[in-house]
């Protein structure tokens, strides 16, 4: 039998109603004769009393500036309960369960606590399991140092368990339950025409998701385009057949519209802040390089990087910008700062090379009066830089120019 990991995210596995959808999907693999290895979120969302941001909470109340390794013992335990009540509710139905913590099911990490890479997946124990007919429920976001320290793998992290455990189980299939069914052409709460995407390649998803797009973690597909396994990306309270990510190579293993089509999505990332440093004569190229490292010592990230002669223009998540003007300032710059910023791109693997997509994007905006701050390309997408007052109109305007409505 080949194996299948099922991922079933945080509202999913929140309520008992939800649980017993979670069953039927699991049986479903059974019945198809697929060895299922379930991986779970911890229960609900923000605000609720699993869910990890009020574990986070929880601790930060209690002292503000807790280690990061003690705050990865407290985190360890949204997913442990999610994954006993889970495996009760398996056990319950008829089916052999068993849980497992992330460190049980081989998952090895290094000691960055809080948001740990994965170093290798010891697939051994799940192996035997599998063999002996059980069920094992993986908790997700968990990992294992060699010196036996628990550590999370930061945000995303159930999706990345997930990829992990399919790549080193050589799984036929990884699917990605949420509560919406599949990966959609933009924000339906932007834009009310959007739809399901059908069908989507690794490298498009791993661009909507670095773009803004909440789908999927891009290190979980990067994970399994590696071994080339298929993704998808459905509901756990529908029997829509969701959104599948996989290897598109050629026509023969994709329809007309995935081997046609020139955009994907429409994604936006807000709050935002752009830096504007005009260049004096005494700062050189040397200076040039000073001003990035600088931001990499600190740790801001920058995007949206323009550079011309006698200026540079980059972008930072807007909660750091006086840090970032402050440091700047220490090189003598002459510091813009543009705050209440948005990024919109486009996003589709047919954009490279076609004639006419830059001008089609910037007519999209012009004709709806949107200024346009800063741009920047790639092969797989178009960005630019807007105010955050016309986020709305520049990701409608762009989904229809584009033809991306249902």
Excluded at 70 to 82: A, V
Excluded at 222 to 229: D, G, T, V
Excluded at 257 to 263: F, H, I, K, P, Q
Aim: proline share 3%; hydrophobic share 45%.
């Amino acid at each position: 039998m080949g194996i299948i990991v099922q991922k079933f995210g945080g509202t999913s596995v929140a309520t008992p109603e939800a649980r017993k959808l979670v069953v039927e999907k699991i049986k479903a693999a059974v019945t198809n004769e697929l060895s299922p290895v379930v991986v779970v979120s911890a229960m609900g969302r923000k605000g609720e009393c699993y869910a990890t941001d009020t574990f986070i909470e929880l601790a930060r109340k209690a002292y503000k500036d807790i280690a990061s390794r003690e705050l990865d013992q407290i985190l360890y335990c949204g997913e442990m309960i999610s994954a006993v009540i889970m495996t009760g509710t398996l056990q319950a139905a008829g089916l052999d369960a068993i849980m497992l913590t992330g460190g049980q099911a081989g998952i090895i990490t290094d000691n960055n606590f809080n948001n740990a890479r994965i170093l290798k997946v010891d697939p051994s124990r799940i192996c035997n399991l599998i063999k002996m007919g059980k069920i094992p429920v993986v908790c997700g976001f968990q990992g294992i140092t060699i010196d036996d320290e628990f550590t999370t793998l930061g945000r995303g992290g159930s999706d990345t368990t997930a990829a992990a455990l399919g790549s080193a189980l050589d799984a036929e299939l990884i699917e990605i339950y949420t509560d919406v069914d599949g990966i959609m052409t933009a924000d339906p709460r932007i834009v009310s025409t959007a739809k399901i995407l059908d069908c989507i390649t690794y490298g498009e998803v791993c661009q909507l998701a670095h773009q803004g797009a909440k789908v999927i973690h891009p290190r979980a597909v990067e994970i399994a385009m590696q071994k080339n396994i298929p993704l998808v990306v459905k509901s756990t309270f529908s029997n829509e057949p969701g959104t599948l990510i996989t290897s598109i190579t050629n026509e023969d293993t994709a329809d007309t519209y995935v081997a046609d089509r020139v955009a994907t999505g429409v994604t936006f990332i807000s709050n935002i802040a752009q830096i504007k440093i005009n260049l004096h004569d005494s700062l050189n190229n040397i200076a040039s390089f000073n001003i990035f490292k600088s931001m990499a010592d600190n740790g801001i990230s920058v995007d949206l990087i323009n550079v011309h002669p006698g200026q540079i223009m980059f972008t930072i998540a807007e909660d750091l910008a006086d840090k970032a003007t402050a440091q700047l300032q220490e090189f003598g710059c002459d510091v813009h700062t543009t705050l209440d910023c948005a990024k919109v791109s486009v996003v589709g693997g047919g954009i490279n090379g076609v004639p006419g997509v830059m001008a089609s994007f910037i007519e999209a905006l012009s004709l709806n009066d949107i200024p346009i701050l800063q741009t920047v390309d790639s092969h797989t997408s178009i960005s630019v830089l807007i105010k955050k007052s016309f986020v709305q109109s520049a990701v409608t305007a762009l989904h229809e120019k584009f033809n991306l409505s249902c």
